[in-house]
DNA sequence: TTGACAGGTTCCGAAAGGGAACTTACCCAT
DNA sequence: ATGGGTAAGTTCCCTTTCGGAACCTGTCAA
């Protein structure tokens, strides 16, 4: 199978990562998230090639996860913002940052803690069903196939 | 930067994408947490080439994602298991799923649908804080940087 | 001895990625 | 007007990875 055939398959796994299953995709969410708007900025956050950034920006524009807004006029110059499709991925982020806070040590000191924006106290990242407030674990889900 | 250079920064997000940030790998984990547990029946299932696939399994062995188990002697065949640390990805997997889901239309159909294993109701995942039970959104969270 | 099965490995050409320099278009200070 | 700075890309070249298909190994069964 070739990458872009995924985004047509029925499973929503692949149709999700047909977005956001490239290498460096969530970490331009990542600083999309944290602030970063501008593509000099970027670049010089990740150390990504220029041209592989470009191409990521393009893709999550025609995706509908980034847009593109000019903000000066001569010359016109743009910055990427997150759209309302690119902020529900943040769970998707928590998630991972969850996992790897948890599985993944650092070799120094991890550089970011989430925290709430009211309280400022950290917070503890877990998936629930909204139904019943329950946390969702491999354990208490399965997945059926529609037929 | 170049790609393995990503697990040894401070950030949780560049650690956790140095496991999974790879094109396949999460497909390949999809499924192995609806059941499939061995190398021809995943070749069959993905349509990645088997030079991939076994570049994969042998990452996530090494990343303790899997465990490989030999099920038979003469000749020794192996078939690959979810360890704790893998099996711990699920939210991230949930969350994946619950974004494409609503942001992803596929072609035709959803394949799959997650349900509840005891009361066989579809769930509805949201990202919860664990000590206020409150739903995590971008709004609510801020990172910050520890010194 | 031929074939099937399972889990790989090997080979090749094609596509994607890394690195660095170049381009465009403007502003500002000398 | 000349040179330097800023921002967002683009272009070039070379290396790495990927996709596709064939081949290998060990065993059993017909």
New interface residues.
């Given amino acids: 199978?070739k990458?872009d055939e995924l985004?047509?398959?029925?499973?929503?796994?692949?149709?999700?990562?047909?977005?956001?299953?490239?290498?460096w995709t969530?970490?331009v969410l990542?600083d999309c998230?944290?602030g970063i708007r501008r593509f000099e900025a970027m670049q010089a956050r990740?150390?990504?090639t220029r041209h592989v950034l470009a191409d990521r920006l393009r893709k999550l524009e025609a995706d509908?996860v980034l847009r593109r807004e000019a903000y000066q006029e001569r010359p016109t110059r743009y910055e990427y913002r997150?759209t309302e499709?690119g902020?529900?991925?943040?769970?998707?982020?928590?998630?991972?940052?969850?996992?790897?806070?948890?599985?993944?040590p650092?070799?120094?000191?991890?550089?970011?803690?989430?925290?709430?924006?009211?309280t400022g106290?950290r917070?503890?990242?877990?998936?629930?069903?909204?139904?019943?407030?329950r946390p969702?674990?491999?354990?208490?889900?399965?997945?059926?196939?529609?037929a």
């Fill in positions: 199978m990458w985004k047509d398959q029925s499973c929503p796994v692949a149709r999700g990562l047909s977005v956001i299953g490239d290498r969530l970490m990542r998230f944290l990740l150390g990504i509908g997150l499709k902020k529900a991925l943040y769970p998707v982020l928590v998630a991972l940052i969850g996992w790897a806070e948890d599985h993944v650092p070799e120094g000191e991890t550089a970011i803690t989430l925290v709430s924006r009211e106290e917070i503890e990242p877990v998936l629930t069903d909204a139904r019943t407030g969702i674990t491999h354990r208490d889900v399965t997945a059926v196939r529609n």
